[in-house]
């Protein structure tokens, strides 16, 4: 991912990786998008019923901006972001990419979004959320912003399956992406929420390592039925992206020089 231009001295515009025309607007000093993000929206599952579709814990867009290519022009994307700082990287973003008419992004902590919208109202939820349990003698860092995007110091994965479990319409999908230590945590408290796991799929940075990472799709008051899709590798023995990374990062033909997510 290449370096377009840079506004300020911590500010810049990057390749969304491969994705044609897409840019994405980064402040260094902040927690910038990973892996994770690009992995989640191709992992859930859009078809032509998909009218309402809403992002928690959003940051600078880059969920809603990659699933803005697979909508039909009819749908409502919606972001949610509780960092000013970072909500305003994700309406630049939205402005550089054209996109303002088709994704809106709300600045508000997401658990008050059970008082805007009623019970019901979305087809899918995706959630990229803060990875690690936060208490006060925690390790965090000293930036807050990045404190606040990496650990559940404002919002927990507990409040973000009770959100889900209110705003989803029957059968509808809860996407997340989360680190692979967390797993049974997600079907525990999906369970307990009437989300019932659907899909797994776990993250590997290569062959022969241990998974980091798990996307999990689960349906509101779904039936039964968990399916255990076949494990994605990061990376190849040479460190270099695989072809399915590469595929999901948008590239079309073997790369010349690796995309890089940060």
Excluded at 97 to 106: A, F, G, R, V
Excluded at 132 to 138: A, G, H, L, V
Excluded at 162 to 169: D, T, V
Excluded at 239 to 249: A, C, P, R
């Amino acid at each position: 991912m290449k370096t377009k231009e840079m506004k300020t001295e911590e500010k810049v515009i990057n390749d969304l990786v491969y994705f044609k025309k897409l840019k994405i607007v980064q402040n260094k000093n902040y927690f910038n998008f990973s892996l994770d993000s690009v992995l989640l929206p191709n992992f859930a599952q859009i078809n032509k019923n998909t009218k309402n579709i809403l992002d928690l814990c959003t940051g600078n867009a880059v969920i809603p901006i990659i699933l803005s290519t697979k909508i039909q022009e009819n749908t409502n994307l919606i972001g949610v972001e509780l960092q000013k700082e970072v909500y305003d990287l994700a309406i630049e973003s939205l402005k550089i990419n054209n996109l303002e008419d088709k994704i809106k992004i709300i600045n508000i902590d997401a658990k008050k979004l059970p008082e805007i919208y009623e019970t019901d109202t979305f087809d899918l939820i995706t959630c990229n959320p803060p990875y690690f349990k936060y208490k006060e003698e925690s390790i965090t860092n000293e930036n807050e912003i990045k404190t606040i995007a990496r650990h559940e110091k404002y919002i927990t994965l507990e409040d973000i399956i009770k959100i889900s479990k209110k705003l989803l319409k029957n059968n509808a999908s809860l996407c997340i992406v989360h680190r692979t230590e967390r797993l049974l945590d997600i079907i525990s408290l999906m369970k307990e929420n009437n989300i019932e796991p659907k899909r797994i799929r776990l993250i590997y940075p290569k062959k022969d390592s241990e998974s980091n990472l798990v996307l999990i799709d689960g349906h509101k008051n779904g039936k039964s039925g968990l399916k255990i899709l076949p494990p994605l590798y990061v990376h190849n023995d040479d460190g270099s992206y695989t072809d399915e990374v590469l595929k999901i990062f948008g590239k079309e033909e073997s790369p010349k020089e690796d995309a890089t997510a940060e």
